[in-house]
């Protein structure tokens, strides 16, 4: 076993060899000095990991970086770009179905927008691939836009001549504060409520209490203005002649507002409901005569109603029940 060795110094005032003592001066400066060399130890291995090692975190980090400068701006302009024409058309849209319907459209669909940031986070082998999807779907959609406006102009083209057709169209509801339940009984093969026989219903029979207001669905002209006190057929009632081969008839109302003659407008109040001639109950029964024949009144009844609400009506309509008259 090894004897640690002692070591002695000559100490020339007292002229002898004495053991050798360690200085508190001694120690700390061989503490500072290991202490530096352990940090440039350390310093030196952080240098070394960061700029000459990289680990499998660093590597896929780096390449994210790598693909966000390349594809940022882009992705940001294809994204711009793209929800900027989806917004123009949801625009273009909303104004076209306004004007023709008289009614706000009812979105189905919950806003499609790109989120911009979350691309922007997304996996870096799946970002190229999203921006090259995002850039052609804008194209495809750019593409379909074009198509379908051009095959929309082409067949729903207004003429000046067209004018004046398309506002004698019959297209609001002809009573005051109408909703869709209202309709009890719709066009074509009913019952008769009074020999409970099958007939043709001209007509559509609106349920309202009496005294609502009956109002012209378009501009026209009092052709007819009927009052009769008859218990049997059409009552008190109106025609109204539209222009354009379309005319309107009002029937079993309790009192006439207009007379033959008066020009009306859309909206105009023209009678009041109520239950005079055949019928059996307070209702409004209302036709539409196209050049001489008699049409289904509910396909013309669509401003101020949704998609949602016109669907309802239509399946109420066709209900084969018990007409009112």
Known sequence: MAVAETKFRYNPKTLRYERASVSVVTIALHGFGYLVLGGAFFVGLVILQNYFVETPLE?????????LQHYKVVLTSSLQESNQRIANLKTEDQALYEQLFETKLIATNPDSKVDKEEILRAEPELFGNWETSTREQAELLTSKAKQRNIAFSESAHIYKSDIAAIKSLPTIAPVADFKVDRLVSGFGK???PFHKGLY??????????SGTEAVATANGTIIKANQSSLVAGFGNYLEIDHGNGIITRYAHLAELKVRYGQKITKGQVIGIVGSTGGSIAPHLHYEIIKNGKSVNPVYYIIAGLSSTEFDQLLSFSIKENQSLD
């Open 59 to 67: 590597k896929e980090l780096r390449a994210e970086n790598a693909a």
């Open 190 to 192: 009913r019952i008769n």
């Open 200 to 209: 043709h219903h001209d007509g559509v029979d609106i349920a309202m209490p």
